[in-house]
């Protein structure tokens, strides 16, 4: 303890037997500062100096009766006088370690953090700093550290200290991990929604107005949904996605998947049918529905049994969970539609996106599906980070051949968005991005729209797709006279207009331009409220119904479908 009595004899000097006394109420806590680490760099490239910041709140910590030291880890690197962090934290039974963090040097303070958790598991862990503050979640969700400090450090940590309840400390965003809903707790939940009195009735009233003279039973099927929900995560772990993550990164454990069981889930579906009598479908979203094979079984005996097979159903399934057995027992339930991630018909795609899915599956499952008659729709991602032009093109063309039988449906999107809690938005940087102000307050805002491709030819289809999209997808709608512009009925206008782009870049008659330094139009691709494509949408939908009915619509000798 040279090293750190040395410095705590400089900080205090002679005042230290004058400090005031804690209250006796309150446990006296052992408590360590551990400063930025940036090793001599900083002795080298600056004139170094202690570290006031620490050195502050230590000593105000002990004037109200705590024994609070500090360690620089700078100054040992320099002059290696005194033990190391490893054995201060292993000499003294710290009740509390707080670190002080720099942008510079997060990294070799995490080091240290994780270094104080091994060591002295029980302490709590506090970060506080510029760093600590602006980035406190990455902090918090990536080190043991319980409690982020906002500002300054003296009235928190004496409160942290002092056993205040975290409710009553201004200045502190505290990490409390969530608790996972038990299996009878999922069930209670789910029972609890006022299936009878939620108006679903107002939802389909809009599409029958928007549809108008175009109406008919099909479409009906298809919009007197209700949805219903039974499983709490998927544990897939495909890398675009944060099902599986949630859950376990909320409660910083092994949370295992629970399903509702399949007599509660009849229960709630008898609900919904005696309340809603205009009800055609129920729609089971869960991530994966099919994911456990006699579960769903179980549940399409019950709804034969109990002759809830007048109702319709479709669901969220992976091409693996399908066999014979499974696709004709949903068939006699009266499963009419599966919402499937297909994803991209390239082996290496599925690969790099962790669908856990061999690329040979894929066709055997959608003939099955056609011979029972469970219309697929197929969700299809054109791009991924490490996507090959010829990985798209294959895709573009295997999903073309489909929905030419207009048995089969499909939603197609660009690219992948790097949503938080994937892996993709951790493994990687560069994404089509932009800042904008958040309404209402002097703040702003950035939005991550997709993760570029790193392949030049891939990025530069990318971009120019999302630039060429809105005006296409609006020219489309009205040529079509298309009422309700979903993702199926517009699935052909995405893959020509990707087809296109191409063959012009494998033609060479586009410049291809590589840099990452393009400018990108804000939320191009996305939809949301003002975003280039739901403006497109709104504008070609209020040509579209000026017009007269159009039943036979095709476009490129694809029939049109419905969802
Ligand atoms: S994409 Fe589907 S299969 Fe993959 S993790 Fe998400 S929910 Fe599960």
New binding site residues.
Partial sequence: MKNIKHQKNVLFGKNVGKLEKLDTKLNKKKILFVSPYSGKFAALSQFHAPPLGVMRVASYLNKKGHEAEYFDPNLHACNQKGPDLEQILKDTEWDIVGFSLLDETLLEDIKNIYLAKKIRPNALLVAGGVEAQFNYQQILDKTPCKIVILGEGEIPMLMIANDHNYNDIPGIVVKNPAKALSQELFNEATDSIPWETINYEDYWAVYKEMYGDEWNKEIEDSVNTIRVFSRN??????K?????FQLTLATEGKVPVISQTEESLIHVIKRIKNAHKNVKMIYLTD??FIINKRSVIRFCKLVVENKLNDLKFMA?S?ITDLNEEVISWLKKANFVKLNI?V?SFSERVLKE????CPVEEIDPVLKLLKKYNIRPFM?IILTTPETKIEDVELTVDRTLEYIKDPFYMAGIIIGIQPLKGTIFYEEYTNFKSYITDIEGSSFKIRRDDYIWATDPKVKKLQKIYLETQADFIKNYIQENNIKHPNQAVLAPAHLILVKQIIEEIKNDTINLVTSSDQKSAEGEGRNFANSPLYNAYIDGQNITKKRSQNTARKFKGIKITTA
């Fill in positions: 995560r998927c544990p897939i772990g495909c675009y996605c944060s099902s599986t991530d994966d969220f992976r991630g994803e996106v962790g669908k856990r969700n």
